[in-house]
Protein backbone atom coordinates (compact mmCIF):
# COMPACT_ATOMS: atom_id res chain seq x y z
CA UNK A 1 0.00 0.00 0.00
CA UNK A 2 1.57 3.48 -1.01
CA UNK A 3 -1.23 5.59 -0.52
CA UNK A 4 -2.58 8.45 1.45
CA UNK A 5 -6.13 7.92 2.41
CA UNK A 6 -8.45 10.82 2.96
CA UNK A 7 -11.57 11.02 3.99
CA UNK A 8 -14.07 13.09 3.65
CA UNK A 9 -13.38 14.31 0.03
CA UNK A 10 -15.66 16.92 -0.02
CA UNK A 11 -17.29 18.74 2.98
CA UNK A 12 -19.59 21.21 3.95
CA UNK A 13 -20.32 22.59 7.16
CA UNK A 14 -21.55 25.74 8.76
CA UNK A 15 -20.06 27.82 11.32
CA UNK A 16 -21.06 26.68 14.42
CA UNK A 17 -20.69 22.68 13.21
CA UNK A 18 -18.11 20.36 14.54
CA UNK A 19 -16.24 18.15 12.18
CA UNK A 20 -13.21 16.01 11.67
CA UNK A 21 -11.10 15.03 8.86
CA UNK A 22 -9.32 11.77 8.67
CA UNK A 23 -6.05 10.67 6.88
CA UNK A 24 -4.66 7.22 6.87
CA UNK A 25 -1.53 6.01 5.25
CA UNK A 26 -0.09 2.07 5.98
CA UNK A 27 3.56 3.03 4.55
CA UNK A 28 5.15 2.80 7.89
CA UNK A 29 5.98 5.82 7.82
CA UNK A 30 6.69 7.94 10.71
CA UNK A 31 6.81 11.73 9.80
CA UNK A 32 2.50 13.34 8.78
CA UNK A 33 1.73 16.48 7.53
CA UNK A 34 -1.40 18.68 7.32
CA UNK A 35 -1.07 21.40 4.61
CA UNK A 36 -4.14 23.87 3.89
CA UNK A 37 -4.54 25.14 -0.14
CA UNK A 38 -6.44 27.85 -1.49
CA UNK A 39 -7.51 28.31 -4.61
CA UNK A 40 -4.55 29.31 -7.36
CA UNK A 41 -2.09 29.10 -4.27
CA UNK A 42 0.40 26.52 -3.09
CA UNK A 43 0.14 24.42 -0.50
CA UNK A 44 1.02 25.97 2.97
CA UNK A 45 1.88 23.91 6.10
CA UNK A 46 -0.24 23.72 9.10
CA UNK A 47 1.56 20.99 11.53
CA UNK A 48 3.70 18.01 11.21
CA UNK A 49 3.74 15.17 13.73
CA UNK A 50 7.00 13.27 13.98
CA UNK A 51 6.77 9.28 15.84
CA UNK A 52 3.26 10.54 16.83
CA UNK A 53 4.43 13.83 18.67
CA UNK A 54 3.04 17.03 17.15
CA UNK A 55 6.57 18.64 16.12
CA UNK A 56 5.55 21.72 14.39
CA UNK A 57 2.23 24.07 14.71
CA UNK A 58 2.90 26.92 11.84
CA UNK A 59 0.26 29.38 13.83
CA UNK A 60 -2.81 27.53 13.17
CA UNK A 61 -5.75 28.99 15.17
CA UNK A 62 -6.82 27.11 17.97
CA UNK A 63 -10.36 26.42 15.85
CA UNK A 64 -8.09 23.46 14.24
CA UNK A 65 -7.07 20.82 16.43
CA UNK A 66 -4.96 17.99 15.23
CA UNK A 67 -4.97 14.71 16.38
CA UNK A 68 -2.20 11.64 15.98
CA UNK A 69 -4.03 8.47 17.41
CA UNK A 70 -1.69 6.12 16.12
CA UNK A 71 1.29 6.46 13.76
CA UNK A 72 -1.04 5.18 11.00
CA UNK A 73 -3.48 7.85 11.54
CA UNK A 74 -3.43 11.26 11.47
CA UNK A 75 -6.95 13.68 12.30
CA UNK A 76 -7.96 17.02 12.20
CA UNK A 77 -10.68 18.61 14.46
CA UNK A 78 -12.70 21.23 13.09
CA UNK A 79 -15.03 23.81 15.22
CA UNK A 80 -16.39 27.61 14.62
CA UNK A 81 -15.20 27.78 11.19
CA UNK A 82 -14.52 31.17 9.26
CA UNK A 83 -16.27 30.81 5.52
CA UNK A 84 -11.86 31.97 4.51
CA UNK A 85 -10.99 28.66 5.91
CA UNK A 86 -12.77 26.83 2.64
CA UNK A 87 -9.87 25.36 1.21
CA UNK A 88 -8.24 22.11 -0.35
CA UNK A 89 -7.05 20.15 3.00
CA UNK A 90 -4.02 17.93 2.41
CA UNK A 91 -2.55 15.46 4.49
CA UNK A 92 0.70 13.69 3.72
CA UNK A 93 3.32 11.69 5.32
CA UNK A 94 6.81 10.78 5.07
CA UNK A 95 9.57 7.83 6.06
CA UNK A 96 11.03 10.77 8.19
CA UNK A 97 11.02 14.21 8.65
CA UNK A 98 14.70 14.31 8.49
CA UNK A 99 15.06 12.71 4.68
CA UNK A 100 11.76 13.45 2.83
CA UNK A 101 12.31 9.79 1.81
CA UNK A 102 8.46 9.07 0.44
CA UNK A 103 6.78 12.28 1.30
CA UNK A 104 3.37 11.23 -0.32
CA UNK A 105 0.27 13.70 -0.52
CA UNK A 106 -3.45 12.33 -0.45
CA UNK A 107 -6.07 13.75 -2.64
CA UNK A 108 -7.34 16.08 -0.18
CA UNK A 109 -10.34 16.73 1.45
CA UNK A 110 -12.67 20.31 -0.71
CA UNK A 111 -14.01 22.12 2.49
CA UNK A 112 -16.68 24.45 2.06
CA UNK A 113 -17.51 26.54 5.39
CA UNK A 114 -21.09 28.26 5.06
CA UNK B 1 15.18 32.34 4.47
CA UNK B 2 14.48 29.86 2.04
CA UNK B 3 12.33 30.47 -0.72
CA UNK B 4 11.42 28.71 -4.34
CA UNK B 5 10.42 30.80 -6.92
CA UNK B 6 8.74 29.71 -10.26
CA UNK B 7 9.00 32.72 -12.56
CA UNK B 8 6.29 31.35 -15.22
CA UNK B 9 2.69 31.28 -13.95
CA UNK B 10 1.06 29.99 -16.95
CA UNK B 11 2.18 28.18 -20.07
CA UNK B 12 0.79 27.19 -22.99
CA UNK B 13 1.84 24.64 -25.64
CA UNK B 14 0.32 22.43 -28.53
CA UNK B 15 0.55 18.98 -28.08
CA UNK B 16 4.07 17.19 -29.09
CA UNK B 17 6.34 20.42 -28.15
CA UNK B 18 8.71 20.38 -25.82
CA UNK B 19 8.45 22.57 -22.72
CA UNK B 20 10.88 23.53 -20.14
CA UNK B 21 9.35 24.73 -16.29
CA UNK B 22 11.68 26.79 -14.38
CA UNK B 23 12.45 26.38 -10.94
CA UNK B 24 15.38 28.61 -8.43
CA UNK B 25 15.62 28.16 -5.00
CA UNK B 26 17.25 29.71 -2.05
CA UNK B 27 18.63 28.79 1.08
CA UNK B 28 21.49 28.83 3.41
CA UNK B 29 21.52 24.77 3.87
CA UNK B 30 24.51 22.76 2.31
CA UNK B 31 22.35 19.60 2.48
CA UNK B 32 18.40 20.42 1.18
CA UNK B 33 16.08 18.41 -0.81
CA UNK B 34 14.16 19.49 -3.95
CA UNK B 35 10.99 18.05 -4.80
CA UNK B 36 8.37 18.39 -8.70
CA UNK B 37 4.61 17.62 -7.98
CA UNK B 38 2.36 17.37 -10.80
CA UNK B 39 -1.69 18.50 -9.41
CA UNK B 40 -4.40 17.46 -12.07
CA UNK B 41 -7.60 19.70 -11.50
CA UNK B 42 -8.69 16.55 -9.26
CA UNK B 43 -6.48 17.76 -6.76
CA UNK B 44 -3.75 15.48 -5.29
CA UNK B 45 -0.38 16.35 -5.63
CA UNK B 46 1.74 13.74 -7.48
CA UNK B 47 5.02 13.01 -6.86
CA UNK B 48 7.54 13.29 -9.38
CA UNK B 49 10.68 13.36 -8.74
CA UNK B 50 13.08 14.08 -5.05
CA UNK B 51 16.96 15.51 -5.41
CA UNK B 52 19.45 15.61 -2.72
CA UNK B 53 22.27 18.46 -2.93
CA UNK B 54 24.66 16.62 -3.63
CA UNK B 55 23.50 14.41 -6.26
CA UNK B 56 23.87 16.53 -9.34
CA UNK B 57 23.30 14.45 -12.34
CA UNK B 58 20.23 14.75 -14.52
CA UNK B 59 17.56 12.45 -14.60
CA UNK B 60 15.37 11.33 -17.18
CA UNK B 61 12.50 9.69 -16.92
CA UNK B 62 10.24 8.48 -20.11
CA UNK B 63 9.04 12.16 -21.59
CA UNK B 64 10.33 13.74 -17.84
CA UNK B 65 13.53 14.68 -17.52
CA UNK B 66 14.92 17.39 -14.49
CA UNK B 67 18.20 19.68 -14.84
CA UNK B 68 19.76 20.43 -11.17
CA UNK B 69 22.57 22.84 -11.16
CA UNK B 70 23.77 24.70 -7.67
CA UNK B 71 25.39 26.97 -9.01
CA UNK B 72 22.58 28.76 -10.18
CA UNK B 73 20.22 27.07 -7.70
CA UNK B 74 18.11 26.12 -10.29
CA UNK B 75 16.20 22.65 -10.69
CA UNK B 76 14.37 22.70 -14.19
CA UNK B 77 11.95 20.59 -15.48
CA UNK B 78 11.52 19.11 -19.22
CA UNK B 79 8.36 17.29 -20.80
CA UNK B 80 9.81 16.30 -24.31
CA UNK B 81 6.89 15.54 -26.68
CA UNK B 82 3.82 17.07 -24.26
CA UNK B 83 0.71 15.55 -24.18
CA UNK B 84 -2.71 16.97 -23.20
CA UNK B 85 -2.53 14.80 -20.20
CA UNK B 86 0.13 17.01 -19.07
CA UNK B 87 -2.20 19.84 -18.97
CA UNK B 88 -1.36 20.13 -14.31
CA UNK B 89 0.23 22.78 -12.13
CA UNK B 90 3.19 21.83 -11.34
CA UNK B 91 4.72 22.88 -8.23
CA UNK B 92 8.79 23.14 -7.14
CA UNK B 93 9.75 22.28 -3.67
CA UNK B 94 12.39 22.41 -1.14
CA UNK B 95 13.44 20.96 2.30
CA UNK B 96 16.24 21.21 4.47
CA UNK B 97 17.46 17.77 5.39
CA UNK B 98 19.30 16.16 8.46
CA UNK B 99 18.56 16.29 12.31
CA UNK B 100 17.20 19.52 12.08
CA UNK B 101 14.80 18.72 9.27
CA UNK B 102 10.97 19.68 10.32
CA UNK B 103 9.49 17.91 7.08
CA UNK B 104 8.35 20.98 5.93
CA UNK B 105 8.14 21.45 2.39
CA UNK B 106 8.44 25.17 0.86
CA UNK B 107 6.82 25.30 -2.40
CA UNK B 108 7.08 28.15 -5.06
CA UNK B 109 3.89 28.98 -6.49
CA UNK B 110 3.23 26.97 -9.68
CA UNK B 111 3.03 27.00 -13.47
CA UNK B 112 -0.19 26.28 -14.55
CA UNK B 113 1.11 24.26 -18.42
CA UNK B 114 -2.32 23.97 -20.68
CA UNK B 115 -1.10 21.50 -23.43
CA UNK B 116 -3.54 22.32 -26.40
CA UNK B 117 -4.75 19.45 -29.07
Known amino acids: DTEVTQTPKHLVMGMTNKKSLKCEQHMGHRAMYWYKQKAKKPPELMFVYSYEKLSINESVPSRFSPECPNSSLLNLHLHALQPEDSALYLC?????????????FGSGTRLTVV | AQKVTQAQTEISVVEKEDVTLDCVYE???????LFWYKQPPSGELVFLIR??????QNEISGRYSWNFQKSTSSFNFTITASQVVDSAVYFC??????????????FGQGTTLQVKP
Open chain 2, 51 to 56: RNSFDE
Open chain 1, 92 to 104: ASSQDPADGLGYT
Open chain 2, 27 to 33: TRDTTYY
Open chain 2, 93 to 106: ALSEAGTSNTGKLI
